[in-house]
Structure formats: structure tokens, C-alpha cells
């Protein structure tokens, strides 16, 4: 069954400027309005039962009775995403404050040192979600300290292909959620077998992994559930982009205190 809005937009050029009036009256109050019989409704509009009737004919319902019905669904809805957009901004600002809290318990020390040696800055990703992630990291990295990177596709293939040209003291930073990527493990393993001098750092989801084992430098976050059905789980990385803003302004400290 389409939901009263879908309805409404799908009739919208069928629909006078006073229909579209009450239409939007009727959505900004649906649940007052869903309690009102068809003639205290149409007191409160100033109209006739009728208009109401044929309006409701315009939009694809059999009557009044299923114009309650859909309005009653309509507030539940909103209701609901109201719900879960407060739960997630908690949800949201508790990982916030966690990251925070997290950041400040590490030590930076040797990671600025040696990120400030660092010729060649590579960064590969493990999805689409990673790769906004690392393309954030790049421009920060290029534009608050004159690091530029190279953000290479998310293929392992393309990964193998580093053995060639990855030279000593290069930083390949790593971007996957879970940190579980057997090809990908076993690959880096091998990275740091054959040059010792890699630098390899990771940033991951808030747990153990094989990938962090593998790094030279771990860091995590916590993503923020956006919402879930039965069968997905939708997420918010906002944590993500705040461990990089605090990496980035930490660093520019350490320089300033560096040149002193």
C-alpha cells in the first residue's frame, strides 16, 4: 500500500492550489486529525464533508474512513523517526565523546616523528565507505600539513602491484572496517617481510583484529548505527573523520613545537 505522502506526490497534478492546503494541514497534524470525524474535520477547515470527499477520491482513497487510516499511519511513522533520529544522536554523541576520551589516552610521539620522514604517503581501502574515509585523510594530509598522498584503488590486485615500487620509510596507511581480510592480511604480512622499513598503519572498527596486529600504528573507532531492519544495519562514521581531525590537529601541534 503506498503511504499518504507517496499518494499525494504521485496525484500532485491533479491537485488545486486549496487541496494542496489542506493536504498539507492534514500531514502537519495528522495525528489531531485522525481523531476528528469527517464533520468536525471539515468545521476545522472550513469546508464542506464533500470536498473532503471528493479530495480524498483525488488522492486514491475510497473515502474518509481510509483517509483516518493513512493519517493515523502517517503520525505513527513520523513518530517513529523522531524516535530514532534522537536515539541516534545520542548514540552519535556518546561515540563522539568515546573517541575523544580514546585519542588522548594514545601516545603520538613516535607516530609524528615518523610521519614527518615520511616521503611517500599511500592509503589503501577495503569499500566504498572507506575510500570517502581515506579521500577525507588525503586532503587534510595535503592541505593543513603539505603531505601529499596517493589514494589507491580498492583492489588487492592493485595492492600486489605496490611490491614494485614501495620504497623504504614509505607509510601505507590502511583503511578496512573489520581488519579481517585474509588476502589482504596475508599481503601485508608479505609487505613487511620484504621491506622492514614499511611503515604500515591501520584504522579499523573498535576491536582486535589480524590487521592491527599486522601494523605498526592501530587506530580505531566506534561507527554510529543509523538504523536497522531485519536484514541490513545502515552506519554512520562521523567517529571516523573525527579520529582524522584530531590526528591532523595533533600533528600541526607537534610541528609548531618541533620549530620552537
Not at 498539507?24 to 495525528?31: C, G, I, Q, R
Not at 607516530?111 to 574515509?133: C, D, H, P, R, V
Not at 584530531?246 to 609548531?256: A, D, F, K, P, T
Request: a neutral charge; one cysteine or more.
Amino acid at each position: 500500500m503506498a503511504g499518504l505522502k507517496a499518494r499525494i506526490v504521485e496525484k500532485s497534478s491533479y491537485l488545486n492550489p486549496s487541496d494542496k492546503k489542506i493536504l498539507n494541514y492534514l500531514l502537519n497534524n495528522a495525528a489531531e486529525c485522525s481523531e476528528l470525524s469527517l464533520a468536525k474535520l471539515a468545521k476545522k477547515l472550513y469546508v464542506s464533508e464533500s470536498a473532503i470527499f471528493r479530495l480524498c477520491k483525488k488522492i486514491g482513497l475510497s473515502g474518509y474512513s481510509e483517509l483516518k487510516y493513512e493519517l493515523a499511519d502517517f503520525s505513527k511513522g513520523e513518530k517513529r523517526m523522531v524516535k530514532q533520529q534522537d536515539t541516534f544522536a545520542e548514540r552519535l554523541v556518546k561515540n563522539l565523546r568515546l573517541e575523544l576520551s580514546y585519542f588522548r589516552t594514545l601516545d603520538f610521539e613516535s607516530f609524528y616523528s615518523t610521519l614527518n620522514q615520511t616521503k611517500n604517503i599511500y592509503i589503501y581501502t577495503t569499500g566504498w565507505q572507506q575510500a570517502s574515509i581515506a579521500s577525507y585523510l588525503s586532503n587534510q594530509l595535503l592541505v593543513n600539513v603539505g603531505k601529499p598522498t596517493v589514494v589507491m584503488p580498492s583492489a588487492i590486485s592493485e595492492l600486489k602491484m605496490s611490491k614494485n615500487w614501495l620504497q623504504d620509510h614509505d607509510q601505507l596507511i590502511v583503511i578496512s572496517f573489520s581488519g579481517e581480510d585474509p588476502d589482504l592480511c596475508q599481503l601485508l604480512d608479505e609487505l613487511h617481510l620484504l621491506n622492514e622499513h614499511l611503515t604500515i598503519t591501520s584504522l579499523t572498527t573498535i576491536k582486535e583484529s589480524r590487521l592491527a596486529s599486522l601494523s605498526d600504528y592501530s587506530l580505531f573507532f566506534q561507527p554510529s548505527l543509523f538504523h536497522e531492519s531485519i536484514s541490513t544495519k545502515n552506519w554512520a562514521f562521523s567517529p571516523a573523520y573525527t579520529m582524522i581531525d584530531l590526528l591532523i590537529n595533533g600533528y600541526c601541534e607537534w610541528l609548531r613545537k618541533e620549530d620552537e
